[in-house]
């Protein structure tokens, strides 16, 4: 196969930037992209109008809204263009009041514009912490040429925040009218309606914007601000109403500012609602008997129930059912809702969480005449009827409209129920980034606990890690407060609370200070890794340095500080706070013991710097790269997982091997923290890459000429669902996918359900495009994926994700690649399930299913594994499951503009991986180092009677003991393993019990001690791997923590650099000492356990073939098995060797060794 260069791709004319321009051609936009386009749209109508108005926004990142001021900042062009001025918030409260004084309430100066358009973000909670400055600046009302929007991130799934947020109920009691935009283009439209309702009203108005919303894209016509808005006159008290914005003057004029706000205001909020058609009847049958109600993106969810039900618009008329969509929740227009009411019997209000809009359906209708039955939470017998709690999917409406239309609209036959499946043995959840800082700082010292709060350290919540015992929550901002109230009461005299430095800056200092003035004992942990990492790694508005942030908590009387640093340099000749001593990061627990014993506040600041801002900085270039790398000697590594015990991070990958369970480094996703080489083995070496490895093209091999696919236009919608890991890349391939969709001409709507999985947890997104109109709704349904890419495959074989597939319809690309789980690699004991069993079951529901191991093909190659998610998506190409001509593909990786080479080179891969299996898997075949195979004597095999599995498994072994010690040794285990061989076949068939035999004897005879590491490291098929994973790599060094200098106190490993290999390679040549008097090393205590652990386990195996029937041997194979248990060296093998004593003995094997 001949070899290529991928040469780089010209740019399309197309530009992304082109979604953010009044009248551009139809775009892709994600929810929050149109936010920033709705701020350009409403700069270019008060342009059109003779208006010069500015824009204000202000506001605080948080899910789902979290990416809205990376957006900003990183578009100045055209926000100095269309008069745009962003200033992130210090927190959500004052961004509000910074907000509320774009609208000129102080009256200073000569106004520079005609006014300026105020707008607001934040979530949920920030919502909760702004009610203040909001509920005065609603009061006294907003400029009415300039106009307030607030723009409320919801979730009411509670995927990234403490609880779930519904926000119309606390604007409604600030008076605040709510709008409910579906997509980006209600985005768009409500938004300019929302600025026109404030004008005209001088009310805040807010954009209910949902997860759903914030996190989905949609094809937007570049029309879409070509709309028309009517301000309606109206009359109060006898006089044309206008607004007039109030002065703040005297608390007694707030009276007055009250009754004009729910007066003559509010009759205008009415008056627009109905003027503008915020609310629309989409079905209105005559003489219809039913109503169905629903609002915003709930609306969506219940047309897409009726279609799944097989109700349609026309089955609607014919059974005389109407629809409500109601676009602006709050207020509900009495108007509409009385004209939609007439003449129906019952009117059913679909809503998330409890009822809201129903109650004011219900006010609005008391006392007209003949008002129709209303239920929704509740059904006429008052029983519960939609549910309160999540948000209200297609799925979860389904049930209740059955209920409330049966026997007016044929619904089919109900679902039959279905099977539950087996549960799976681990579960992918979010996780720290590899590298992250708190993987080390969240860990407490024994017998302490610790308080959660708002942050990426609160993951920690969601691991089984021993060492990290953090308890409780708090909103942000409250963190260690609690414990002013639960210190009276308890008998723990002391805490620990994490506290990121975001949330600090925000408004945790407060609470430092609050127990400062209580005088609990407490120690902050502050955590300082330089952004707001949770939402996109901000910088923490009026952050500190390190050494300013020392002296302003001196000040305020905490009583000890000390800096845990991974880099304690950078602090030197800095001037902290007096008594302020700087440590380094490996003395965190130490520091922590001391923090503790100290009577008052103490703070212990944690200082290093985010891992995922750390890799963006070094790829763009202003962060200097680590050239160091870690690589693993596999055959040293005993997979004790002491190593990810140590750094919790999940580059520390588990392997499976022909020895046991390993471990791997993988360099994709290291952030070079270098903590995995504190683990207690002598495994790691670390190489000098080369700086410019990265920059250099690599040659891969040219891809066959696959047939080209049949692509025709599409009945009905496509609907692809992806399922990943968040962080690896699934979003990226998502909005690649819609991107091509929109370029071949289809309307587009996606969704990326990420939330606080983006890191490292199970992330799913859904892609749905049809050349004539899409139905409502950004997702794919319940057994509606055409396709579905299972870019991880244990996401993808969870069972809720497993339901989108349809075994008659659905077509599938799994990848079999084991991305272990943060679990996983803190407990070794935790596996990954066996990749049939997973793929069994996507097989089961899907019609066509195609799999392979994507990240190790990328690796062989491109020489890493950033492409893998391509070679899949190619594959789903290839075989018809996506329906998007290929050049759309590659010309939406080209706009994409990352890796363009690669990953249009994995395009192409992927098609061969169905076109041409053979080819495909000849070019992906991993490049294993060669090395000289020890080759077994026929003679040590003679009168040997082994076969199938049992005979590899001996061949393979004895070769390596004959490495270690030689033949005589080896012919002793064979010798022993055929004695068990024939024990066996004299009671079963079964080779599970001399199979177990081979595989423990070996591992207790082959102990590693000195002479074997040193063989091992020094082994050539090793430093071919070494040049392998790090190409170009130079200065090999040892890490090694020899007995002689543990003897001497010496607590950490030394670097052995290349002038020890020589030495390594004499020592190696010292096995000949091994078992005999002249042996230095067989004196330690770790030794001797290891002759005695071989000597048991022998005698053991005697006995129990020498027992052996159908009645034990399923106990003497669990014997024989755990030998696997021992693992690890020095103090971990130890530890494990009590282990493997206590599960003997548990089996009823003497311990006495």
């Known amino acids: 196969m001949t070899e290529t260069v991928v040469r780089e791709i010209e740019r399309s004319p197309y530009d992304l930037d082109d979604r953010y321009r009044s009248g551009s051609g139809t775009v892709l936009l994600t929810g929050v992209q149109a936010i920033a386009r709705q701020l350009v749209e409403q700069h270019v109508r008060d342009i059109r109008d003779g208006r010069r108005v500015a824009t204000f926004v202000s506001g605080y990142p948080g899910s789902p809204l979290g990416g809205l001021d990376k957006l900003l900042h990183g578009m100045p062009k055209v926000l100095a263009e269309h008069d745009i001025t962003f200033v992130p918030g210090f927190n959500e409260e004052l961004a509000a009041t910074s907000v509320w004084g774009s609208q000129g309430q102080l009256g200073a100066g000569t106004p520079t514009h005609d006014g300026v358009v105020g707008v607001w973000y934040g979530k949920g909670p920030g919502l909760d912490r702004a009610t203040d400055a909001l509920r005065h600046a609603n009061m006294y009302g907003v400029d009415p040429n300039g106009g307030v929007l607030l723009m409320v991130g919801d979730d009411p799934a509670s995927k990234s925040s403490t609880v779930p947020a519904v926000s119309e109920r606390s604007l409604a009691a600030l008076g605040i009218p709510v709008l409910f935009p579906r997509n980006a283009a209600e985005i768009v439209t409500m938004g300019l309606h929302g600025v026109a309702l404030s004008r005209a009203s001088g009310c805040l108005v807010a954009l209910k914007v949902v997860a759903d919303v914030a996190d989905g894209a949609w094809s937007v016509d570049g029309s879409v601000a070509d709309l028309r808005i009517t301000v309606p006159e109206i009359e109060w008290e006898g006089r044309p109403f206008v607004y007039r914005q109030r002065p703040m ?288 790694a901000q910088d923490a508005e009026g952050a500190l340095t390190v050494p300013a942030l020392t002296r302003k908590l001196a000040t305020e009387g905490v009583r000890r500080i000390i800096v845990c640093s991974d880099d304690p340099k950078r602090h030197r000749k800095r001037s902290l706070a007096r008594g302020v001593q700087v440590w380094h990061r490996d003395r965190l627990d130490e520091a922590q013991r001391v923090l503790r014993e100290v009577p008052g506040v103490t703070v212990l600041i944690y200082d290093q710097h985010c891992a995922a801002d750390a890799r963006r900085q070094r790829k763009r270039g202003t962060l200097p790269a680590r050239t160091t790398r870690v690589v693993i000697n596999e055959a040293v590594c005993e997979g004790c997982g002491d190593c990810g015990v140590k750094s919790n991070c999940l580059s520390v990958q588990p392997v499976d091997t022909e020895f046991g369970s390993k471990t791997r480094i993988d360099q994709t996703s290291c952030n070079t923290d270098y903590s995995c080489l504190d683990g207690d083995c002598p495994s790691f070496v670390t190489v000098e890459a080369s700086p410019g490895r990265k920059a250099r093209r690599r040659s891969v091999p040219t891809p066959p000429a696959v047939p080209d696919v049949d692509v025709d236009t599409p009945e009905g919608t496509r609907n692809v669902f992806l399922a990943g890991i968040g962080g690896t890349g699934i979003v990226t391939v998502n909005q690649v996918l819609a991107t091509a969709a929109l370029r071949a001409g289809f309307d587009v709507e996606s969704l990326d359900q990420i939330g606080m999985s983006q890191k490292a947890g199970p992330v799913v997104s859904h892609l749905r495009f049809a050349a004539d109109g899409l139905a409502p709704g950004n997702r794919v349904t319940t057994g509606g994926a055409s396709c579905l890419l299972a870019l991880d495959l244990l996401t993808a074989a969870d069972a809720k994700n497993l339901a989108y597939a349809d075994p008659h319809s659905t077509v599938a690309v799994a990848s079999t690649s084991r991305t272990p789980t943060g679990d996983m690699v803190y407990d070794r004991s935790i596996r990954h399930p066996d990749e049939q069993q997973l793929l069994a079951r996507l097989g089961a529901v899907t019609r066509r299913l195609v799999s392979f191991d994507a990240l190790a093909a990328a690796q062989a190659l491109f020489g890493d594994t950033s492409a893998a998610n391509f070679l899949v998506v190619g594959a789903a190409h290839q075989l018809g499951g996506l329906q998007i001509p290929a050049a759309a593909v590659e010309e939406a990786i080209e706009i994409n503009g990352v890796a363009v080479a690669a990953n249009i080179a994995a395009f192409r891969w992927g098609r061969v991986a169905v076109a041409d299996p053979d080819a495909f898997a000849a070019a992906t075949e991993p490049a294993r180092p060669e090395r000289r195979a020890t080759v077994v004597p026929e003679h040590l095999l003679a009168g040997t009677t082994f076969d199938g599995e049992v005979l590899r498994l001996v061949r393979v072994r004895a070769a390596s003991l004959i490495d270690f010690q030689g033949d005589r040794l080896a012919a002793r285990y064979i010798e022993r393993v055929q004695a068990v061989w024939e024990a066996e076949r004299r009671v079963t068939a079964r080779t599970d019990f001399s199979a177990a035999v081979a595989r423990g004897l070996f591992k207790f005879t082959a102990y590693k001690d000195e002479y074997e590491v040193a063989r091992m490291l020094v082994d050539p098929a090793f430093l071919d791997e070494v040049q392998s994973q790090v190409p170009g790599g130079a200065q090999l060094t040892y890490r090694l923590h020899p007995p002689v200098l543990r003897a001497l106190g010496r607590t950490k490993k030394v670097g052995f650099g290349p002038k020890s290999h020589v030495a390594l390679r004499v020592l190696a040549k010292g096995r000949r000492l091994r078992g005999t008097r002249l042996d230095p090393f067989g004196y330690a205590h770790v030794r001797r356990v290891e002759r005695a652990l071989l000597e048991h386990y022998t005698a053991t195996i005697d006995r129990l073939a020498a027992e052996l029937d159908i009645e034990n041997y399923d106990r003497a194979v669990q014997v024989a098995e755990l030998a696997d248990a021992v693992r690890g060296y020095e103090d971990v093998k130890l530890r494990s060797v009590e282990q493997y004593r206590t599960r003997l003995a548990g089996l009823g094997i003497d311990t006495d060794f």
């Open 249 to 536: 003057a005297a608390p007694g004029d707030s009276v007055i500012a009250e009754a004009d706000l729910y007066g003559p205001r509010w009759a205008m909020v009415h008056a627009y609602g109905k003027a503008n058609g915020l609310d629309v009847v989409e079905v209105d049958p005559p003489h219809a008997r039913i109503g169905l109600a629903a609002t915003g993106t709930t609306f969506d969810a219940l047309r897409q129930a009726l279609l799944d039900l097989g109700v349609t618009d026309a089955d609607l008329h014919r059974a005389g059912i109407r629809l409500l969509r109601i676009g602006m929740p709050y207020p509900i227009g009495p108007d509409l809702v009385r004209e939609f009411a007439s003449g129906l019997d019952q009117l059913v209000v679909v809503e998330d969480k409890t009822a809201f809009v129903e109650t004011q359906i219900r006010e609005i209708l008391y006392g007209t005449d003949h008002p129709p039955r209303i239920v929704g939470k509740k059904d006429a017998d008052g029983r519960p009827l939609m549910p309160v709690d999540g948000e209200l999917t297609a799925g979860r409406i389904r049930g209740p409209l059955r209920r409330v239309l049966r026997g007016h609209v044929d619904l089919g036959p109900a679902p039959l129920p279905q099977l539950p499946l087996e549960v799976l043995s681990a579960k992918r959840a979010p996780y720290f980034c590899s590298g992250c800082p708190h993987n080390r700082s969240t860990a407490l010292p024994d017998g302490s606990i610790g308080g959660g709060g708002i942050g990426c350290h609160a993951l920690v919540t969601m691991s089984g890690r021993a060492d990290s015992a953090v308890t409780g929550l708090t909103q942000m901002g409250g963190e260690g407060a609690q414990w002013i109230g639960q210190a009276p009461f308890t008998d723990i005299g002391h805490m620990f609370q994490n506290l990121g430095d975001g949330t600090y800056f925000h408004s945790g200092q407060l609470a430092v200070q609050a127990c400062v003035a209580a005088g609990v004992n407490i120690t902050f942990k502050l955590l300082y890794n330089d952004v707001v990492a949770m939402t996109g």
